[in-house]
């Protein structure tokens, strides 16, 4: 289809859709009557934030509306509470970050939504260009004495409840690509992230100190875990993911002394999945110090998984890069942890590896229906280490609990 006619198609969605939302009564705030130019260079940060501030203010529902187009986007927080828990970011065209990096120094984050309640942000593509940040970085690997900065998380849910982020497209971002942190209710649905294999840090959608989470149709690809969980986690139900590249789906890394007193993950659900070329399939990690935790009531279930490196991994002597690790057992206690209905093909001889805390053993692990081979039709290993589970029906490599 040519380029023509597809922005054609992008006019007359976005036309269409402002029918609709005047046809509802719903007030639209279109953020190029405030000054936004769609030509991807003149900084609109101003006119979106002023958009939104009247949105914000309305006691109706109301719609921000972004136009087909691209618009440059620097650095924005779009705050609440708003007199309406019915406001709408409706995005058709594509938000762009600045060029280069370290103009996000203050805050590491692009876009995010404060405090508000029953917002719906819906569609759109959010460039982050985040490849001069990511060469930064792989200079820094060789020569240490180079500086970089951390880099800013594309889109950031805060202190939030009852957001749905529902078709937006997250692209080449600097750092995380989504990130729900410290909210409740957040739902992210028919999403997609994209970035390349090499891209650091890019996580997929990062989950951190949240409730009642849920992340359903997601297509993600880049350079880190396709889904992360962080501690302070509980209620998450994830389902019908495909990931691949990336590092797989994983709960922590917990222990690394994040500022709470016990640093806990309860009641995760993953549910019909696809890994392709991951380094990791579902992962568990925690680092070797005494931190207190636990992660219980993880429940992995329908996955394929196409040479993936490590299928099912827990890991509790965690150090990326082997530098500084401390030889302590982990304090995190990993119990009632199922896994069910894994299929599918590991790049390495250990498919199945149980690696937890000499001092708090995994405990409640189980194995039901796993049929993982190596590279193909060979027949891999399993590795426990002060693990005890059980197992049920046909379980492949012959399970070490």
């Known amino acids: 289809m040519t380029k023509p006619v ?74 609440g509470p708003c007199a309406t828990h019915a406001v709408t970011f409706s995005i058709a065209g594509t938000l762009v970050a600045p060029t280069g990096y370290g103009w996000d120094a203050t805050t590491g984050r692009w876009i995010t939504f404060e405090s508000v309640e029953g917002l719906t942000v819906s569609g759109g593509i959010l460039d982050g260009r985040g490849a001069s940040l990511w060469s930064c970085k792989r200079q820094q690997q060789q020569q240490p004495h180079v500086h970089c900065p951390t880099g800013a998380s594309s889109l950031t849910i805060s202190n939030s409840r009852d957001v749905v982020v529902d078709g937006t497209r997250s692209t080449n971002s600097e750092l995380f690509h989504m990130v729900v942190l410290q909210s409740h209710g957040v739902t992210l649905q028919q999403v997609t992230v994209d970035a390349p294999e090499d891209s650091p840090n ?119 890069g082997k530098k500084l690790c401390s030889d302590q057992s982990s304090g995190i206690k990993i119990s009632q942890v199922r896994y069910i209905d894994i299929r599918g093909w590991s790049m390495t001889p250990v498919a199945v590896t149980f690696n937890c805390s000499r001092s708090n053993p995994c405990s409640g692990i189980s194995l039901q229906n796993v049929r993982l081979m190596y590279e193909g039709m060979r027949l891999a290993k399993s590795s426990c280490r002060n693990v005890k589970g059980r197992t049920a029906g046909l379980v492949v490599p012959p399970s070490c609990l």
């Open 6 to 79: 597809l922005s054609l198609l992008a006019h007359l969605h976005a036309a269409l859709l402002l029918l609709l939302l005047s046809g509802a009564g719903a007030a639209v705030y279109d953020v190029t009557r405030y000054g936004a130019r769609p030509d991807g260079v003149t900084d609109s940060t101003l006119p979106f934030l002023r958009a939104w501030a009247d949105a914000c203010r309305s006691p109706h529902q109301a719609t921000v509306l972004v136009p087909p187009g691209m618009f440059l986007v620097g650095s924005a927080t779009f705050t």
């Open 202 to 320: 890019t996580d997929g959608i990062h989950v951190h100190m949240s409730s009642n989470v849920a992340v359903s149709n997601a297509d993600i690809r880049t350079g880190d875990d396709c889904v992360s969980i962080g501690p302070g986690n509980s209620n998450l139900w994830i389902e019908r993911v495909s990931c691949g590249p990336g590092h797989g789906i994983s709960i922590g890394s917990l222990g690394q002394q994040q500022g709470m007193a016990v640093e806990a993950v309860r009641n995760v659900t993953v549910k019909t999945t696809w890994f392709t070329g991951t380094t990791n399939g579902f992962r568990i990690k925690t680092w070797g110090t005494s931190k207190r935790g636990l992660i219980s009531g993880i429940t992995f279930v329908d996955s394929t998984m196409i040479g993936v490196h490590n299928p099912i991994i827990i890991d509790q002597n965690y150090c990326p």
